[in-house]
């Protein structure tokens, strides 16, 4: 089931859409359009200006859009995914509740979602006011939702919300499922205890555990190789004299993954 928790947005998904040539934007441009001088948004946050489609392609009589439309993933404890698209709606001007119209909010909706028919779209659409009206939308919008039960994806969000739920990707950085730390540690431990045939065996061993991740989930690859990396680096540098037999496997290792290993 899908939920608004630990989100981020996801560019890729508006600057690859087909709509982006003609009306990509940035969240920041258009709040500032309304609300020059606020500086509400991340200038990070690529979004499509649906108004500005809907001005360009309306060929009669001009209907309501969502303002906006950014990509968004989920952090799901690893990785960043479920990528699919979010309509906004700004708000922020409001002062109260008075003026919001249950059928002017879903004309907007169902357009902005017609014009938007095949793409992955989040199920909820978020609707941001200031922090004093956020509140009241809500409850507003939980009385509507005795008529219509399709509100309960209509979520009033405060700007303050809408920054704190909607983060940058770098604030949820992949977390291998490999854990590196006992990797690390066991490895380690062989150094320390000297013993070469067992460090070789196992380092061997990991490298090409890592390489089974290399085009099915290159971000768990990067991981443990970045890891191993580190390992074999200390290994080097604490076993700086060995035998004939240690030195012909660590030339064997070398040249097996040389180019991991760089």
């Excluded at 199920?123 to 941001?128: A, C, D, P, R, T």
């Excluded at 950085?173 to 730390?181: F, L």
């Excluded at 290792?253 to 180019?259: M, N, V």
Aim: proline fraction near 3%; hydrophobic fraction near 35%.
């Amino acid at each position: 089931m899908e939920t608004l928790t630990k989100l981020v947005y996801w560019n890729d998904g508006i600057t690859q859409h087909p709509f982006h040539t003609e009306v990509g934007s940035t969240l920041y441009d258009i709040s500032e359009r309304d609300y020059p001088g606020t500086d509400y948004f991340d200038s990070a946050i690529e979004a499509l200006d649906m108004d500005c489609y809907e001005e360009k392609h309306s060929q009669f009589e001009r209907k309501p859009t969502m303002d906006a439309v950014i990509g968004i993933k989920q952090f799901d404890g690893h990785l960043c995914n479920n990528p699919r698209l979010l309509l906004v709606e700004l708000r922020i001007g409001y002062k109260t509740i008075a003026n919001l119209s249950l059928t002017e909010l879903k004309r907007k909706v169902d357009h902005t979602r017609d014009l938007l028919v095949g793409y992955n779209l989040s199920s909820f659409n978020i609707f941001v006011f200031t922090s004093a009206v956020a509140s009241q939308a809500r409850s507003w919008i939980s009385r509507q939702e005795k008529a219509n039960n399709k509100l309960k994806l209509y979520v009033a969000w405060s700007l303050e919300e809408f920054s704190q739920n909607v983060l940058s990707p770098e604030k949820y950085p992949y977390k291998p499922y490999t854990d590196v730390e006992i990797l690390k540690r066991y490895a380690t431990n062989l150094i320390n205890e000297r013993d070469t045939d067992g460090f070789y065996f196992y380092f061997d061993s990991k490298m090409k555990f890592a390489i089974n991740f290399q085009y099915n989930n290159p971000n768990e690859y990067e991981a443990i190789i970045k890891v191993l990396k580190d390992i074999w680096t200390l290994f080097t540098s604490e076993v700086p004299t060995m035998n004939e037999n240690e030195i012909l496997c660590k030339e064997l290792i070398e040249e097996d993954y040389k180019d991991r290993l760089l």
